[in-house]
Nanobody, 125 residues
Framework: QVQLVESGGGLVQAGGSLSLSCEAS????????MGWFRQAPGKEREFAAY????????YYKDAVKGRFTISRDNAKNAVYLRMNMLKPEDTATYFC??????????????????WGQGTQVTVSS
């Protein structure tokens, strides 16, 4: 059974920082691309960041470049998202995702097959 469990969400002031964690089970973790997506009220789920199988490459949504950092620890079956210089527009439910196969566009949430339950991030002005 595949399970992804996010943690670390909460309420922070603009300019602050927050770290999210995702613990995976039921998968061969080091063979999965891992990603973070977010969904604000009334909006579609959107790509935030992902990291490839070997940690050689990371990719970010333009709006979070320079502020967010994705990383993974294969020994712990975990992926993390460090968020700095948070803005009110970062407010959303953040979802962890895992994908074992090839996807033409990893920024499209429809290409991912495994999802966590989400953790809420709220940034106040």
């Amino acid at each position: 059974q595949v399970q992804l469990v996010e943690s670390g969400g909460g309420l922070v002031q603009a300019g602050g920082s927050l770290s999210l964690s995702c613990e995976a089970s039921g998968i061969t973790f080091n063979k999965y691309v891992m990603g973070w997506f977010r969904q604000a009220p009334g909006k579609e789920r959107e790509f935030a960041a992902y990291i490839d199988w070997t940690d050689d490459r990371t990719y970010y949504k333009d709006a979070v470049k320079g502020r967010f950092t994705i990383s993974r620890d294969n020994a712990k079956n975990a992926v993390y998202l460090r968020m700095n210089m948070l803005k009110p527009e970062d407010t959303a439910t953040y979802f962890c995702a895992a994908e074992p196969g090839f996807v033409n566009d990893y920024t499209n949430p429809r290409g991912w097959t495994n999802w966590g339950q989400g953790t809420q991030v709220t940034v106040s002005s």
